[in-house]
């Protein structure tokens, strides 16, 4: 590695030769689905039993409180699993914060349990790549880093929470507080693509579930005293969708409601997800929703709450952002790895730090692909690659490379 100092290689050489796939192994055999508590709180135990090997404070934090809309309309409370938090050299000159998550979108009861060999150096398994991989990405990453003669200089936050694949309801507030004051952020979701692409701009993401309260009354006798509220549930995810373009995305997911065919229902909960490019598309799908609830409020004469929110913001790639993708490109370059970056269509936790005008590199952790489906997969020999790109782009920020 020529382009390395000394103790650089020997850090990257740390970090690739730490355990990752055995503990991938072990981690993902763990059924830590987003409402899998058990499987979570066992899997936060092996986490924070690894991760213990770096110096620092450590915990297990309680989720945040949150609530969901029932098909009733009522809000009922939604439990999260519990988050580690990792606190090292809070007063070290340069800070930055690592993000994962330890949530799965396979639940206990889903199908895709096991792991196997989809062919030499290709596991295929539950989480797998989305972030288990990353996890131990990470982890090898920091041990590498630890034994370096800069580790005095750098000081981190570690956030794994237990629910970013159900958009990080219980931990936003973990997230921001562990973001404040950084100069850069590195969080573990896999490549946007096989050959290690990183993930560049994202669009937001808000989801909303709107209550229709009509009237009742029977279908067939006085129909016209009924305020059909499945109807207005109807018309106001055909106006919702008017919005949809290149910058938005309107997607109207489910109604509940209703009930037998001589009763004109009286009640109807729509779920919509909306994913707006930038700040301003935000800005403007809000009015068209609160316009479009307004409309539909008039005309079909019910009344409609909206729950929900944006909870994640867009992530534009800004200066400060496309410096820190230089770095690691740079840090790339010197290890052999061809880094680029693209937009991506999805969201994460990169979406929330970025708000908190924290530049940030979603996309460290392993090469893979097919999440979120019974396909995943992760290229084994990317888990020492990941941790090499990690160790080299923290030492850099640590003796202070310019972003």
């Known amino acids: 590695m020529p382009s390395l100092t000394s103790s650089e290689a020997a850090a990257v ?54 609530d969901a809309m029932a098909a009733d309309g009522s809000l009922v409370p939604l439990l999260h699993g519990r988050h ?90 973990l997230l921001a507080e562990a973001a404040r004051g950084k100069i850069a952020a590195l969080t573990y979701e896999p490549a946007a693509l096989p050959d290690g692409t990183l993930a560049g701009a994202r669009p937001g993401s808000g989801n909303f579930s709107l209550f229709v309260q009509g009237r009742s009354a029977h279908a067939g006798r006085n129909p016209e005293d009924g305020r059909n509220a499945v109807v207005a549930a109807a018309d106001l995810a055909l106006r919702l969708v008017k919005a949809r373009g290149p910058r938005l995305s309107v997607n109207p997911a489910k ?24 700040i301003e598309d935000q800005a403007r799908a809000q009015a068209h929703l609160d316009g479009a609830v307004a409309m539909v409020s008039a005309e079909h004469d019910v009344t409609i709450h909206v729950h929900g929110g944006f909870a994640r913001p867009p992530k534009p790639l800004d200066p400060k952002a496309e410096a820190l993708f230089r770095l690691v490109r740079r840090c790339g370059a010197d290890l052999g790895q061809s880094i680029d970056w693209r937009p991506s269509g999805g969201v994460c936790d990169g979406n929330n730090i970025a708000a908190c005008g924290v530049p940030v590199v979603d996309t460290m952790g392993v090469r893979g692909g097919a999440i979120h489906s019974m396909d995943e997969y992760m290229i084994v020999d990317s888990l020492a690659e990941r941790a090499g790109l990690s160790a080299l782009t923290i030492m850099r920020l640590a003796t202070g490379e310019e972003l």
């Open 13 to 66: 050489e740390r970090a690739g030769a730490e355990p990752m796939l055995a503990e991938v192994e072990a981690w993902s055999a763990v059924n830590s689905g987003s409402r899998n508590l058990a499987g979570l709180e066992t899997v936060a135990g092996m986490l924070a039993d690894a991760f213990s090997a770096l110096p620092g404070e450590i915990a297990l934090r309680d989720p945040a409180p949150v």
């Open 255 to 278: 109604i509940d409601g209703g009930g037998p065919n001589n009763v004109v229902p009286d009640s109807a909960v729509l779920r919509v997800n909306m994913r707006p490019a930038t």
């Open 84 to 173: 580690l938090h990792l606190k090292v050299r809070a007063d070290a000159p340069v800070q930055i914060v690592l993000t994962g998550h330890m949530d799965t979108v396979y639940g206990a009861d889903h199908p895709f349990q096991a792991l196997h060999w989809i062919k030499p150096g290709v596991l295929g398994g539950p989480g797998v790549a989305d972030m288990k991989g990353g996890l131990a990405v990470m982890l090898a990453a920091l041990k590498g880093v630890e034994a370096s003669p800069v580790a005095a200089r750098i000081g981190y936050e570690v956030v794994i929470n237990s629910d970013e694949e159900v958009g990080s309801p219980a931990s936003a507030a």
